[in-house]
């Protein structure tokens, strides 16, 4: 099977960029989502619907940089 669909964009979840990789293989969409700024993978996420997993992934990127302390340089 190949990923069809594939989309990749880059937003701001507080105050983190993250870029978002979504994709489709069969009828499931997948999606990815990375913080920018390390390169580091944050979630995967799969759902019936782009919006869905993008969705999920936001809000599992959202409870994760919540927690993470900003030091000041």
Same mark, same amino acid.
């Given at each position: 099977?190949? /990923?069809? +669909? !594939?989309?990749?964009? @880059?937003?701001?979840? #507080? *105050?983190?960029?993250? @870029? &978002?990789?979504? !994709?489709?293989?069969? *009828?499931?969409? !997948?999606?990815?989502? #990375?913080?920018?700024?390390? *390169?580091a993978w944050l979630t $995967?996420?799969? +759902? +019936? @619907?782009?919006?869905?997993?993008? *969705?999920? =992934? &936001?809000?599992? =990127?959202?409870? &994760? &940089?919540? $927690?993470?302390? $900003?030091? /000041?340089?």
């Amino acid at each position: 099977m190949k /990923p069809d +669909a !594939y989309a990749e964009r @880059t937003v701001e979840v #507080d *105050g983190w960029r993250v @870029t &978002l990789t979504s !994709y489709r293989m069969g *009828g499931i969409f !997948y999606c990815k989502a #990375d913080n920018v700024s390390p *390169g580091a993978w944050l979630t $995967r996420t799969t +759902a +019936a @619907t782009r919006e869905e997993a993008e *969705g999920n =992934a &936001l809000k599992r =990127a959202r409870e &994760l &940089l919540s $927690r993470t302390r $900003r030091q /000041p340089v």
